[in-house]
């Protein structure tokens, strides 16, 4: 029996994946796709954010990052079924607005190379691990303090110092 990488089984077969990608690695899946259209200029969105919700969500781009997404097999069987704006909105995990930033010709004209997209939704990916440490970060240091709180005295330091302190009366 011959034996097969993933990447070679890609070329043959299509690879189904019954793992639950988070948010960062389908952001990394798809600048990988990206990476592997180096050179290949993708058209962009014209006034997606002008759009009624409707439309937007509906709006599709033939040759867009989001095709080049939806032609990877693997964010495909995760569930990424169509290039269509809501639904790659949906799938990433993204805003509307953060969507736009990705894939309208207002950032970067009609065409962009698929690499500068790359660079983009990666650093997108790298965003959403900072503000996950950021957030960890927050949550130690309020637990900290919690700690640290419980173990100090209940009064104010100047009211136990008064009380140490002796008394003089004026004669």
Known sequence: ?????????????????????????????WADALERRRGRQ??????????????RLRARMRDSPLTVAVEDPVLFSAGLHSDDFGDAARFF??????????????????????????????RLA????????????????????????AAMPSQAPWEVADRQLPHHEAD
């Open 1 to 29: 029996m011959k034996h097969s990488t993933r990447n070679e089984l890609v070329l043959v077969a299509r690879v189904l994946c019954s793992h639950d990608f988070s948010k960062r690695q389908r952001l990394l899946r």
């Open 126 to 149: 790298n965003q959403a691990i900072s503000f996950a440490a950021a957030f960890a970060l927050l949550v130690v240091a309020i637990g900290g303090a919690m700690l640290f709180s």
């Open 93 to 122: 995990r993204l805003s509307h607005w953060r969507l736009h930033d990705l894939v309208c010709a207002c950032h970067f004209g009609e065409r962009v190379a698929a690499e500068t997209i790359a660079l983009r939704v990666r």
């Open 42 to 55: 993708l058209r962009t969105f014209r006034g997606i954010e002008h759009e009624p919700r409707k439309e």
